[in-house]
């Protein structure tokens, strides 16, 4: 059974628009979480983390939000930018920043000129 | 030079082959991590190595046999392959076992025949 999920496997965007990609957790041990980036033929490249003590953290146009009590994570991208087009995964651990992580199947980006 | 590097980029074996995999990371790093990613399904951690110790075996079929001969380096040895495990094969570390964020390789997408 999937413990991190993304049920939206694409997502298309405008050039300029807001991405919101959005990722579901049922372990509710899990307290920290990572969004990493895949262009095809490279490895994941980490992105962005939030821990759980924290309902928000932003590092320039992306911005992790995170809902516990819905179990509910999303990251924004504003602007979106045609070089973002790429897979995101969401990633979850338990035991701080310090657990092993759990993946989920990831949401293909594209965002058009 | 890139910080992890995964070798060969592509493989294609018979079943009765023995063939190896080799990351190498140049981040300082002091664990290790073997992810297996077949089509639609989320990253699977393998194996776990930490300051060349295997800490993690996630339950992971013995015709796969990892090798830590340094913090540096890390080999996934194949031999008796099936079909199903033709996948792409990620290299990851980080700074300790478990902590965030893991840094990836670029992968060896490894086709069974």
């Known amino acids: 059974d999937q413990q991190v999920k993304q049920n939206s496997p694409s997502l298309s965007v405008q050039e300029g628009r807001i991405s919101i990609l959005n990722c579901d957790y049922t372990?509710?041990?899990?307290?920290?979480f990572l969004w990493y980036k895949k262009y095809p033929a490279e490895g994941p490249t980490f992105l962005i983390s939030?821990?759980?003590?924290?309902d928000k953290n932003e590092d320039g146009r992306f911005t992790v939000f995170l809902n516990k009590s819905a179990k509910h994570l999303s990251l924004h991208i504003v602007p979106s930018q045609p070089g973002d087009s790429a897979v995101y995964f969401c990633a979850a651990s338990y035991g701080g920043s310090q657990g092993n992580l759990i993946f989920g199947k990831g949401t293909k980006l594209s965002v058009k000129p | 030079e890139t910080g992890v590097t995964q070798t060969p980029r592509h493989l294609v074996m018979g079943m009765t082959n023995k063939k190896s995999l080799k990351c190498e990371q140049h981040?300082?790093?002091?664990?290790m991590y073997w992810y297996k990613q077949s089509a639609k399904k989320p990253l699977e951690l393998m194996f776990v190595y930490n300051f060349k110790e295997q800490t993690e075996n996630n339950s992971v079929p013995s015709r796969f046999s990892p090798e830590c001969p340094n913090s540096s380096h890390l080999f996934l040895h194949l031999h008796t392959l099936q079909p199903e495990d033709s996948a792409l094969y990620l290299c990851?570390?980080?700074?300790?076992?478990?902590?965030?964020?893991?840094?990836f390789g670029d992968g060896t997408r490894l086709s069974i025949l």
């Open positions: 939030i821990s759980s003590i924290k």
């Open positions: 990851a570390s980080s700074h300790r076992d478990g902590y965030q964020p893991q840094h």
């Open positions: 981040l300082g790093h002091n664990a």
């Open positions: 372990n509710s041990m899990f307290d920290y």
